[in-house]
Nanobody, 128 residues
Framework: QVRLVESGGGSVQAGGSLRLSCELSLWPDSSYCLGWFRQAPGQGREGVATLYTAGGYTWYASSVKGRFAISQDNAKNTLFLQMDSLKPEDTAMYYC?????????????????????WGQGTQVTVSS
């Protein structure tokens, strides 16, 4: 049974940092795409960062590049999103997601449409 559970959200002032975690219970597979997405009220779900496990490729939205970092622990049980230099516009509900069966190019696209498995979300609020 696939299960993803996020934690680590909270409230922080602009310029601060947070680290989100996502506990992973996934199917055995040689490669999958893991991602962090966010959704602010009244807006669509945005792909923040993705990681393709076969090769460790990572991609980022231009709005977070250089400030956020996606990674996975060595045991492959947890996905992280380190968020530094946070801005008020980073305020949103953050979700982790997982999918298998597509290639690197699709993972690069960071589209929520391709992902079947989602966590419940964790709220991040950045005040100015």
């Amino acid at each position: 049974q696939v299960r993803l559970v996020e934690s680590g959200g909270g409230s922080v002032q602009a310029g601060g940092s947070l680290r989100l975690s996502c506990e992973l219970s996934l199917w055995p597979d040689s490669s999958y795409c893991l991602g962090w997405f966010r959704q602010a009220p009244g807006q669509g779900r945005e792909g923040v960062a993705t990681l393709y496990t076969a090769g460790g490729y990572t991609w980022y939205a231009s709005s977070v590049k250089g400030r956020f970092a996606i990674s996975q622990d060595n045991a492959k049980n947890t996905l992280f999103l380190q968020m530094d230099s946070l801005k008020p516009e980073d305020t949103a509900m953050y979700y982790c997601a997982a999918e298998t069966g597509f290639g690197r190019d699709t993972c690069y696209a960071r589209s929520s449409l391709y992902f079947s498995y989602w966590g419940q979300g964790t709220q991040v609020t950045v005040s100015s």
